[in-house]
């Protein structure tokens, strides 16, 4: 069964995509960043009046962006000890990667998904950091 899911926590989506897809004993995440649902908020980001992004803070990001993959994760009837693959988007790798790969640790430390970590130009949103993940159900 090919079944797409929507979590009533996670933000909503930016574009025509589920929260996850579930096929067999898998599922799969659509890219999961911080903000937050029901609002334009984004967690550790400060904008310009131009919707530029003006400062951010990348341990406020990969918090949220870890609460919003767990709330996801439990909608869709699955857990964060379930994860089995991570591929993690990153704006700057070159000033956020220790910051992002030291919290990852503290989140991975009891299950330690196979994970690639990208830098990337931009992300659809103002955001730093994105996650895809897959898991099992």
Not at 27 to 50: A, W, Y
């Amino acid at each position: 069964m090919n079944k797409g899911i929507d979590s009533s926590k996670a933000p909503e989506p930016v574009g025509l995509y589920p929260h996850a897809r579930k096929v067999g004993a898998l599922l799969f995440l659509s890219g999961v960043g911080p903000r937050e649902r029901g609002t334009k908020k984004i967690p550790g980001v400060e904008l310009n009046q131009d919707g530029t992004i003006a400062a951010y803070d990348i341990e406020a990001q990969c918090h949220s962006v870890f609460r919003n993959i767990r709330y996801i994760l439990e909608d869709a009837g699955s857990s964060w000890d379930k994860i089995v693959d991570v591929t993690v988007f990153l704006t700057n790798m070159k000033d956020d990667f220790k910051t992002y790969n030291r919290i990852y640790a503290e989140y991975f430390k009891d299950n330690q998904p196979c994970r690639t970590t990208v830098e990337i130009n931009c992300l659809p949103t103002p955001i730093g950091i994105e996650l895809k993940v897959i898991a099992t159900v």
